[in-house]
């Protein structure tokens, strides 16, 4: 499991999303936090010289910047490119899970989810990072 | 001869003489062609003073029963003294008269047509709904919930309803129908699905509470939306809640064929799901 001290942004235009993220987190052990409101805003925090953040936790369908776009952006970004990126979106079709694989997704979690199937996830995502 | 009738909301209620005669009868005959162009679905002969009819009359009122059921409207008697009744029986027309014990029974055949003719409930469209809501309500509001009976409403015949203090809105937009759907709660619902969420106990709606209403239709819709689109090889497309609120708001489903309520349950009170169809709108 991660360190409980990384820092992790939350990515969702809706404020009720990162509330109940964040409460879910805090409740594994974890306290550091950024939020972001749309993938732009996320960007700008992200790339901040004295940015610290370890772990994106990032909605799809968002405005002005969707969570897929994020995502692509982080991963061609060279500093970025290993960082892990959880997308937890509402939407679970087979082809846009197709398409954030592709993209380079570290999880994909769909909505609605329980803090326990979010622990077993970040579990899965940081032992993937060996 | 002008016939006097009365409107009483879909009925048209026309009184009838004490001795319905032939002049009666080429009135009626002139008139009821009219009346078949309005709005008016039920037509009521009220026999409470006839004493006599006239054979002569029979055939006007059997013809405008066969041109009623055409436009799919009623023709009923009501009031009618059992001489009558023995009378028209025994002339072979009692059936075209339809003769009913009272307005209720007769408004009854309202409630069926209504059924009948509007499209049918399609369990394929409306079960992903139901389900997606106990599961978001059940696992990111730890809100049991249980589903009533699915049922179809004319928006106009919305009456009363519990009052909805928040609705969620979501358009649906497909090849094959345009719509809505809203998630729409009472305040005290909501306030208690908001508080079994964060483990808080709010006691009014907030901007933050109404994002909340948000979100759960974002994730209702989105489940359905994935199981619709896999399952059924429908194209919904993704879109984004408007939230709505306010004391006693009322909801209007404009345009819309039909409108499916699908009713749930909740310790906290009764809160539903609106459908709103429009096949004729594809997109």
């Known amino acids: 499991m991660f360190d409980i001290n990384t820092k992790i942004l939350i990515v969702d235009d809706m404020m009720t999303m990162r509330k109940l993220v964040m409460k879910a987190l805090k409740d594994i052990g974890f306290s550091q936090f950024s939020e972001a409101a749309d993938g732009v805003k996320a960007w700008e925090l992200l790339s901040q010289p004295s940015s610290d953040i370890k772990l994106v936790i990032s909605d799809w369908n968002m405005p002005n910047c969707t969570g897929l776009d994020l995502l692509k952006r982080v991963r061609s970004e060279h500093s970025y490119k290993t960082i892990p990126f959880i997308l937890l979106t509402a939407e679970s079709e087979i082809s846009q899970v197709a398409q954030a694989i592709q993209a380079g997704v570290s999880s994909y979690i769909t909505k609605p989810f329980s803090p326990d199937v979010l622990k077993k996830k970040l579990t899965e995502v940081h032992a993937k990072m060996g | ?181 809203t998630l729409a709660f009472p305040e005290k619902v909501f306030l208690k699905i908001y508080g079994n969420m964060f483990g808080e106990n709010p006691d009014h709606i907030t901007a933050e509470i109404e994002d909340a209403a948000g979100e759960i239709l974002n994730i209702i819709y989105g489940t359905a939306k994935t199981e619709l689109n896999a399952q059924f090889g429908m194209d919904l497309r993704p879109a984004l809640p408007t939230i709505l609120s306010g004391d006693k708001i009322r909801i209007r489903q404009k345009t819309m064929e039909m409108l499916i309520i699908l009713p749930f349950e909740t310790d906290a009170g009764q809160f539903q799901i609106e459908v709103a169809l429009d096949r004729s709108r594809a997109g």
């Not at chain 2, 028209?88 to 055949?109: C, H, I, Q, T, Y």
Request: aromatic share 6%.
């Open chain 2, 1 to 181: 001869m002008k016939l006097t009738t009365n409107i009483d909301g879909p009925a048209l209620i026309v009184p009838l003489p004490r001795l319905i005669d032939t002049s009666w009868g080429e009135a009626f005959e002139a008139q009821s062609k009219e009346w078949l162009a309005t709005p008016s679905r039920l037509f009521v002969l009220d026999f409470e003073n006839s004493h006599e009819i006239k054979n002569q009359v029979y055939r006007a009122i059997v013809v405008f029963a066969r041109n009623c059921r055409k436009e799919e409207k009623f023709l009923v008697s009501l009031n009618m003294k059992e001489s009558i009744i023995n009378r028209l029986s025994k002339d072979g027309v009692l059936e075209s008269f339809n003769p009913l014990k009272s307005m209720v029974e007769a408004r009854g055949l309202l409630g069926e047509t209504q059924t009948r003719s509007a499209p049918k409930l399609d369990v394929r469209l409306i079960n992903p709904f139901i389900q997606a809501t106990v599961k978001t309500l059940e696992v990111q509001a730890q809100t049991p919930s249980k589903p009533g009976k699915p049922f179809l409403l004319k928006v106009e015949e919305k009456g009363d309803k519990p009052p909805v203090a928040i609705a969620g809105v979501i358009a649906l937009s497909s090849s094959e129908f345009n719509g809505s759907i």
